[in-house]
């Protein structure tokens, strides 16, 4: 193992949540709906494979992707396809399937992996549904199959409020992560680059055949496309492939076993549960289940959300996991009024970046944060700011004004092939105009995508 | 609260969506957001926010006001008083500038506030909160006895050419409170210059010396005030600007809540010491030989640099620009107080030349992070094609 180069950020915010996932895991009866949800994966348009009412094994192709039919979506469980939830023009928002008893599954059989081709490993990985793990840079899609990726990035670091601590997830997986590191390095010829915490915590030490680097900062230090843009900056026409912790070592574990691996081992916390904890469940898991078990606070409105406080998607209590996320963060709503709290030093229990508030004085335990605005969306006005939090070398304020006009030459040449929206979720956080930066974002490359590709 | 807040939502309830008065609900809705931070929560992007919104920035920017204000309404009576040579105690100072600016003020923020909602409802957007600044601004930068109605047509003026005329709050070129005084300046300036304006009702006492520091220096006289008395403020002029001391005060509180761009400030104070430096060493005349020290108190370098130069805005947006922009703003001052004996006070030009100049500014700083990027670009299709 060798550390190819430490990155370290001073720019960035760590905001400290109340109610951290505590270090345990609960064992419950594992759930028996799932589903699958489209809009887990960034503009993918899927065509369906299975009708309604029809058994699924685990591991059968269940839909594909429509712009390139070689990459399938399986079923995690075994069971019947309950309902296809369709939305407005008929968009498919979720495909449910019940789960049952007799666990059928598809087996693959496979070359062993030191004597496999590339070309075997990727057809391998495309037809067991282990390829929508993999994802690409630019634009944060699932990865095309035919490109050849200049190295591929896995950050074990989680830097968001609550975020979960990968080291402990996978901390009993250790063969079937390394197993999946041996199938990266087939991918990208030896350039798979794994983001650690500074201590080398957990399994990631034991780790051969990978080029680890340390990630020490606040968030946004673990998201990928800083390291990206440390280690390998994306130049024009250059792809870069981003895998999930978890998910390589699901891709090992169908290399070990020629299963589809479904595993997700999620953390359920935030302040409107009373006992945050670690759940082992699978991809597309019915919430309910997790969120009784961590007894959710149920006296005020709450949002179930699907990932961290920064990106994830708005869920009720009757939601399903979504397919990549290992964190479900509960907070109370705050359709509340408070009287003149736009007063500079008022309600200083809200947390804040700003020296307009005291809240950093009144950080003891974590902050209970709730979802209200705080304020109103206005014109762009106060500059510097999101400077502070956005650690990557781009003019972020500058670039989001590129998107809103929709100028695709100014967008590629202030950056927008190194990030994804996630990246701009603290901006979303921080601003004081209430600009949504990540929607703003997400348009600009919706548009790439379709004039540039 | 609950009742304050069922009352207020009884008194709404016309201006809600498909009601008779729809049309006007951000007039509405600006009084409920001025009671109550409303009870809106995220629907995309991140799930939470910080407490800050541009209500709680502005009102910051207004405290900080606040002590060079109040050291104006007391300096306009003082000097009136000292002027006449009648005795006087501190609150009669106070209360006779508090006549005079408080009906400024009010007509300041009745014009500009009056468009402002129009502009709102006309466009059918949110009432952007940057004119509470811009309307305390345009008073305290007048001369004390300029007429109202004169203030209310530099108000207009300002508001509807500078701000409204480019899209509205964030998208105005140059800062609007320094529109609307140059806009007087240059419409009415037997009001605006000269020695008899600096002084409330100077023209009414005969044998009065209201002239301003930088009018004597101009004009080659000496002047016999002490450091001290230009820094503290005792002394004739715009009503807000003459004490460097509670402008400095400001100063503070903008820097410290990082409202106001310490960059720009710095910058700025920099650029104006360095130049009044350089004209010190050549001294060819009365405000060439002007201490660069002193420089820095008189006239309104010190409110334009840390009040006008920080509108986010109308400056350079970018880190290194605002260094750029606040170091030429600083010279700009000083070398037109300098070179230009018509017009002794160079800050309100120099700022406004400067506004047009930081998307400038901005342009080449952003230029290089694009060139940084052009080049790693060709040196990878370099290696591809080698």
Request: net charge neutral; proline share 5%; glycine share 8%.
């Amino acid at each position: 193992m060798d550390i190819a180069k430490g990155i370290r950020t001073r720019k960035g915010a760590k905001i400290n949540l109340k109610g951290d996932a505590e270090k345990i895991f609960s064992e419950i009866q594992p759930a028996s709906a799932y589903a699958l949800k489209p809009d887990d994966f960034f503009s993918l348009a899927p065509k369906l494979l299975v009708k309604e009412g029809e058994a699924v094994k685990k591991g059968q192709a269940v839909f594909f992707n429509k712009a390139n039919d070689r990459v399938k979506f399986v079923s995690p469980v075994s069971g019947t396809l309950q309902e296809i939830v369709r939305g407005p023009k008929r968009k498919i928002l979720a495909i449910r399937i019940l789960a049952d008893d007799k666990k059928q599954t598809v087996t693959h059989k496979l070359t062993a992996l030191d004597k496999a081709s590339r070309e075997e490993v990727v057809a391998a990985l495309l037809e067991s549904g282990c390829w929508p793990f993999i994802q690409q840079r630019p634009y944060g899609i699932i990865a095309n199959p035919d490109d050849q990726p200049k190295a591929i990035f896995v950050s074990t670091v989680s830097t968001a409020p609550l975020g979960v601590d990968y080291s402990f997830i996978l901390e009993n997986r250790k063969e079937d992560f390394q197993k999946g590191i041996d199938v990266l390095n087939k991918l990208a010829a030896d350039k798979v680059f794994v983001g650690v915490d500074k201590d080398f915590s957990g399994i990631f030490g034991e780790i051969k055949n990978m080029n680890s680097y340390t990630v020490d900062g606040p968030h946004p230090a673990g998201n990928v496309s800083l390291h990206i843009q440390h280690l390998a900056p994306l130049n024009m026409g250059e792809r870069v492939w981003t895998v999930r912790p978890e998910d390589v070592a699901n891709i090992g574990s169908f290399y070990a076993s020629g299963i589809f691996s479904a595993q997700r081992t999620i953390a359920i916390a935030g302040s409107a549960v009373k006992s945050p904890k670690y759940f082992r469940t699978t991809i597309g898991a019915e919430i309910a289940p997790y969120l009784e078990n961590a007894q959710l606070d149920t006296t005020q409105p709450t949002r179930v959300i699907n990932g961290d406080v920064f990106t994830g998607v708005a869920d009720h209590s009757k939601g399903y996991l979504g397919y990549f996320n290992n964190l479900v963060s509960v907070i109370p709503e705050g359709n509340n009024f408070r009287l003149f709290g736009w007063l500079p030093f008022v309600d200083n229990k809200i947390p804040s970046l700003s020296n307009t508030s005291l809240s950093r004085l009144f950080n003891r335990k974590g902050y209970e944060v709730t979802t209200n605005l705080n304020g109103e969306e206005r014109a762009l006005v106060v500059t510097g700011e999101m400077e502070k939090v956005f650690p990557f070398d781009i003019f972020p304020m500058q670039l989001l004004k590129a998107c809103m006009i929709e100028d695709i030459e100014k967008m590629e040449l202030l950056g927008i092939y190194e990030i994804v929206p996630e990246d701009f979720g603290l901006i979303d956080y921080a601003n004081t105009s209430k600009v949504e930066a990540q929607e703003i974002i997400r348009k600009g490359i919706e548009l790439m995508i379709k004039e540039v590709g | 609260m609950s009742t304050l807040r069922k009352q207020f939502d009884k008194l709404r309830a016309p201006f809600n969506k498909g009601q008779k008065l729809e049309k006007f609900a951000p007039a509405i809705n600006a009084f409920d957001t001025f009671l109550f931070v409303p009870n809106h929560t995220t629907k995309e992007g991140a799930h939470i926010r910080d407490a800050v919104d541009l209500k709680r920035v502005m009102v910051t920017v207004i405290i900080a006001l606040m002590p060079a204000l109040f050291y104006g309404i007391y300096n306009t009576g003082y000097q009136h008083f000292s002027q006449l040579g009648a005795a006087f105690t501190f609150w009669d100072a106070f209360i006779h500038g508090a006549w005079k600016i408080v009906p400024m003020i009010i007509v300041s923020y009745v014009v500009g506030l009056s468009i402002e909602f129009g502009f709102a409802i006309y466009r059918g957007h949110e009432i952007n909160e940057g004119y509470l600044v811009t309307g305390m601004l345009i008073p305290m930068i007048m001369p004390v006895d300029i007429p109202l109605w004169m203030v209310a047509l530099s108000v207009a003026f300002s508001v509807l050419i500078a701000k409204e005329a480019f899209g509205g709050t964030g998208m105005n070129i140059l800062n609007p409170a320094l529109t609307a005084r140059a806009f007087a300046f240059f419409a009415y300036p037997t009001y605006m210059s000269g020695n008899k304006v600096w002084v409330s009702e100077a023209s009414n006492i005969d044998g009065i010396s209201g002239e301003t520091i930088l009018g004597k220096l101009a004009a080659g006289m000496d002047v016999n005030y002490s450091f001290f008395e230009m820094f503290q403020g005792s002394i004739p002029g715009s009503i807000a600007e003459t004490s460097t001391l509670w402008v400095a005060v400001g100063a503070l509180i903008l820097i410290f809540t990082g409202v106001g761009s310490w960059r720009i400030i710095t910058g700025g104070i920099l650029g104006g010491a360095l130049m009044g430096f350089l004209f010190n060493l050549w001294s060819a005349n009365e405000l060439m030989s002007f201490s660069w020290i002193n420089h820095l108190v008189v006239g309104g370098f010190a409110f334009g640099i840390v009040f006008m130069a920080t509108d986010p805005v109308s400056a350079a947006q970018t880190n290194k620009g605002k260094w750029v922009y606040g170091i030429l703003v600083g010279i700009f001052c000083i070398m037109i107080r300098v070179f230009n004996p018509a017009y002794p006070e160079g800050v309100m030009l120099a700022i406004l030349l400067m506004n047009v100049f930081a998307p400038t500014i901005d342009h080449y700083v952003v230029n290089a992070n694009i060139n940084k990027r052009k080049k790693r670009w060709a040196s990878q299709q370099l290696i591809k094609t080698a």
